[in-house]
C-alpha cells in the first residue's frame, strides 16, 4: 500500500524567505501526487498536483513542486513566503488507476515577520 | 459553481450521545467522501461512496459510526454512541472522476469536540 511520509511537523520560516517542505512516498507502481492547504478553520484547498508529464508543477500563487521518481520525493518550494502563506500544507498520493487518496500528517508553515 | 457544503460547522457534545453530519457534494460529483481530522494528524478516510454505493468502509469504526448515501447526491455520517477520542473535524469531499486525476474537492468540514 502507498504511504506519504512529511518529515517535519512545523517549518518557522522568516517573512520573504525561501522555504521547502518535504515530502517522501512509497509505492511500487505509478502515482499521482497532491499539495493540498489549509488555512486556519478552513477545509483543505488543492494547491498544486502531478499526474504526468514535466516534473515541475507550479501554483498560481508562487508555489513550486518537483517529482523525483528515483527519490521519491515531491518537495514543496516557495523562493519567498508572505504572512498570507501560514497554513498547515499535506502532501497526499493515490495510484494510478486507483481513487483513494492518502494523506500526510502534514506540515505547520510559520511565517516570522 | 457552488463548493461542497456541511453542516452543522460545530458541534460540541457530551460523551455516550449521538451526532449525525450532512454533507452536500458538488452538483455532478460521483464519488463523496468522509475524512476524519484529528488535531495534528492528517486527514484520514472513513468511507467511500461511488453514487450511492459504499466502495471503502475499511477504516470506519462500524460498531459506532455509520454513514449512507440514499440517492446518490447527499449524505449523513452518524455517531452513536460518542467517545472522547472521536473529537476532531470531520471532513466530507467530493470528485469527479479522480481516475483521471481530477480533484478532490474538500467541504469547511465539521468540528466535533466530544467532552
Known amino acids: 500500500a502507498q504511504s506519504v511520509t512529511q518529515l517535519d511537523s512545523q517549518v518557522p520560516v522568516f517573512e520573504e524567505a525561501p522555504v521547502e517542505l518535504r515530502c517522501n512516498y512509497s509505492s511500487s507502481v505509478s502515482v499521482y501526487l497532491f499539495w493540498y492547504v489549509q488555512y486556519p478553520n478552513q477545509g483543505l484547498q488543492l494547491l498544486l498536483k502531478?499526474?504526468?508529464?514535466?516534473?515541475l508543477v507550479e501554483s498560481i500563487n508562487g508555489f513550486e513542486a518537483e517529482f523525483n521518481k528515483s527519490q521519491t520525493s515531491f518537495h514543496l518550494r516557495k523562493p519567498s513566503v508572505h504572512i498570507s502563506d501560514t497554513a498547515e500544507y499535506f502532501c497526499a498520493v493515490s495510484l494510478v488507476g486507483d481513487d483513494k487518496i492518502i494523506f500526510g500528517k502534514g506540515t505547520r508553515l510559520h511565517i516570522l515577520p | 459553481e457552488a463548493g461542497v457544503a456541511q453542516s452543522p460547522r460545530y458541534k460540541i457534545i457530551e460523551k455516550r450521545q449521538s451526532v449525525a453530519f450532512w454533507c452536500n457534494p458538488i452538483s455532478g460529483h460521483a464519488t463523496l467522501y468522509w475524512y476524519q481530522q484529528i488535531l495534528g494528524q492528517g486527514p484520514k478516510l472513513l468511507i467511500q461512496f461511488q453514487n450511492n454505493g459504499v466502495v471503502d468502509d475499511s477504516q470506519l469504526p462500524k460498531d459506532r459510526f455509520s454513514a449512507e448515501r440514499l440517492k446518490g447526491v447527499d449524505s449523513t455520517l452518524k455517531i452513536q454512541p460518542a467517545k472522547l477520542e472521536d473529537s476532531a473535524v470531520y471532513l466530507c469531499?467530493?470528485?469527479?472522476?479522480?481516475?483521471?486525476?481530477?480533484?478532490?474537492?474538500f467541504g469547511e468540514g465539521s468540528w466535533l469536540t466530544v467532552v
Open positions: 469531499a467530493s470528485s469527479s472522476d479522480i481516475l483521471s486525476g481530477n480533484t478532490i474537492y
Open positions: 502531478y499526474l504526468s508529464g514535466s516534473t
